[in-house]
């Protein structure tokens, strides 16, 4: 009887993949957006309620994670930040990591690795504490929000439909968060406005 590989990457990362999300999360499709203000990486108090007007895109992060590292390490990550910026979304990368937890960053290192990475968000975000991952019920590196110019949530879950670390799989799969932008700056309805999250489980403090 033939049996059918399994990424061990893939194996490890189950936990992830099934995790509930936290019982305070509060951004569901279709519902306004679940309002924050948080420092960024250079120490700047970035509130969500600045950028109505605006589509947010939201991207949780932990740079040790290996799923991140498919999106970053094939550019996938860095070209779709630096597409859709410069049409005038705003791209807020979230580290949720708490202090001593694998993925954990301070501010100077956030923006020495994002430059590493040739990342191009608006800003980086920094939730020691998980008050904002834990609001949006983010439970893994990377897990996607599109927020509207109303400030209603339009899309939750994976940015894509191919659950691997393997960087060649970016360019044979669909890309969820690229269809939610896409129909969502053409003023139409999300077709796939939810998905399953795939990648590390955030790393929120006890």
């Known amino acids: ?4 590989a399994f990424p061990i990457a893939l194996l490890v990362a189950l936990p992830a993949l099934v995790r509930p999300a936290p019982a305070a999360a509060q951004a569901v499709v279709g519902r306004p957006a679940p309002g924050f203000t948080v420092t960024d990486s250079n120490g700047t108090a970035r509130a969500l309620n600045n950028y109505r007007g605006k589509v947010v ?3 949780w992060w932990n740079p040790e994670c290996p799923f991140v590292g498919k999106h970053y390490g094939s550019g996938n990550m860095q070209r779709l930040q630096k597409a859709w910026t410069g049409k005038g979304v705003v ?3 979230v580290d949720s990591s708490a202090p001593g937890k694998q993925g954990y960053v301070d501010g100077a290192q956030a923006n020495t690795l994002m430059k590493e ?3 191009a968000p608006t800003a980086v975000l920094l939730d020691p504490d998980g008050q904002v991952g834990r609001a949006y ?3 893994t590196t990377p897990h996607m929000f599109v927020i509207d110019a109303k400030g209603t949530v339009v899309y939750a879950g994976g ?5 691997s670390t393997d960087r060649a799989d970016v360019t044979t799969a669909r890309n969820y ?3 939610a932008l896409d129909e969502t700056m053409a003023g139409r ?6 998905s399953q999250p795939y990648g590390c489980s955030v790393k929120y403090a006890p």
């Open 189 to 194: 309805p999300v077709t796939t406005p939810t």
């Open 91 to 93: 791209w807020l990368t």
């Open 177 to 179: 968060v690229q269809a």
């Open 159 to 163: 940015i894509d439909d191919k659950p």
């Open 137 to 139: 019920g983010a439970r």
């Open 1 to 4: 009887m033939k049996r059918t």
């Open 57 to 59: 895109v939201l991207e």
């Open 117 to 119: 990475k040739g990342g």
